[in-house]
């Protein structure tokens, strides 16, 4: 609306184009706040499948877990793991070992947890537990040498 005061003409806007600006204000900082929280939410999901952080579970919920065989036999003489958890022997003395699961000589018990040959002092026998059990173990080159593997579904 134009309004002429003598020499000197100036615009006023109506009631109605203020109200307007302030709807196309507010719409915009609608608008503004949306974007920015899909952008964020957009960034959390994108960062969830980098496979970073997807990778890291794997790590954790399948985790490795060491025992040395000393002069006094398995350390630690107990384990408690997650069923798919790996166990890894090493040995601090200077002769073959052989990690088998009871009973020996047969192994019956759990036939696939049996390195089936010597292991050299410098080396390491993994094996991968697939199954729910208290399972006993021993050295089968040195039987009195024992050690018990706990597999439980979820982490101990
Ligand atoms: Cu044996």
Redesign the pocket.
């Known amino acids: 609306m134009l309004f002429v005061a003598g020499e000197k003409s100036f615009y006023l806007p109506t009631h109605r184009e203020i109200m307007n600006k302030k709807t196309i204000l507010a719409f915009l900082i609608v608008a503004a706040l949306t974007y920015g929280a899909l952008a964020f939410v957009s960034n959390r999901k994108d960062g969830d499948h980098t496979g970073i952080s997807t990778t890291r579970v794997v790590l954790t919920s399948e985790r490795v877990h060491q025992v040395v065989l000393g002069d006094n036999g398995f350390e630690p003489e107990v384990v408690r793991i997650a069923l798919g958890d790996t166990v890894e022997w090493s040995t601090t003395g200077k002769e073959f070992y052989w990690p ?1 699961s009871d009973l ?2 047969t ?1 019956a018990i759990y036939p696939a947890f049996d390195a089936r040959e010597p292991i050299g002092k410098d080396e390491t026998w993994s094996f991968v537990f697939d199954q729910i059990g208290e399972w006993k173990y ?1 050295d ?1 080159l040195a ?1 009195y040498f024992t050690g018990t593997v706990i597999v439980t579904k979820t982490p101990p």
Do not use: S
């Open positions: 088998a020996h000589p192994h021993h089968h039987p």
